[in-house]
């Protein structure tokens, strides 16, 4: 058992692009569902974790808007997955106090697991331990184009004025509206990118690379992390 760090300095709001599934069952010879299922014991790992350190905001990319373009037969997987494990994990966020939250295009998501998914979220509504949301048919640049879009009918409609447009109103056009912006954004599997995640809401994280694959990361590399960034100065463009 890894000893608890008192750390002087926390993320708030911690996002996790969750990479390397498919490569860590490729490495094992294995079918990529089996890495998929692995990813889900790493993130049951990490939300205890967090909860431990008492961050308070953790959202994780779980599927893109551009995983629907994958073979469908993993994205069928993929959805089943989603729908067993929003099912099996149901009393654990119940028990631990922790609120779902789901950001992305929930039209695209089949209606069983669409079901599951809205049915979890008013199960935990109440519960304010943590906030655990799933970025789920997610795409950035969708979700900025979205709210633009309604920031503009509200302005025709005169609900809205040009003069009072300013980051703060635009931001209410979200998806995350109901959320502070990430602190630190953590990705796995060596990849040094974004990905079409959280472009607007990351403008000032603090970002950590590691090249573990998702499913090896639990309650070491996430504490690994933590003291990455807690040696990190955040002056927001200041000196």
């Known amino acids: ?135 789920l048919s997610y795409g950035s640049r969708e979700e900025i184009l979205a709210a633009a879009v309604r920031m503009a009918k509200d302005m025709k409609n005169g609900k809205i004025k040009i003069k009072d447009a300013d980051e703060n109103l635009f931001s209410s056009y979200l998806y995350s509206k109901n959320m502070p912006d990430p602190d630190f954004l953590i990705r796995t599997s060596g990849e040094k990118r974004v990905s079409n995640f959280m472009l607007y809401q990351i403008a000032y994280a603090e970002i950590y690379f590691t090249k573990t694959l998702w499913p090896d990361f639990g309650r070491k590399e996430l504490i690994r992390a933590l003291k990455n960034y807690e040696k990190r100065v955040r002056r927001f463009g200041k000196t």
């Open 1 to 135: 058992m890894v000893k608890k760090i008192n750390f002087k300095n926390i993320p708030n709001h911690l996002a996790i692009i969750m990479d390397g599934n498919g490569r860590w069952a490729k490495k094992r010879n294995l079918d990529r569902i089996n890495g998929h299922r692995e990813g889900i014991k790493s993130l049951r790992a990490v939300v205890s974790a967090v909860m431990e350190y008492g961050i308070k905001y953790l959202t994780v990319y779980a599927f893109s808007s551009e995983n629907w373009q994958r073979p469908k037969t993993e994205v069928n997987s993929l959805m089943f997955l989603l729908d067993e494990y929003l099912n099996i994990e149901l009393p654990f966020l119940i028990k631990n106090k922790i609120r779902l939250n789901f950001i992305g295009n929930i039209e695209r998501i089949p209606e069983n697991s669409k079901k599951t998914l809205l049915r979890v979220i008013d199960k935990t509504k109440e519960c304010d331990n943590l906030y655990l949301t799933l970025a």
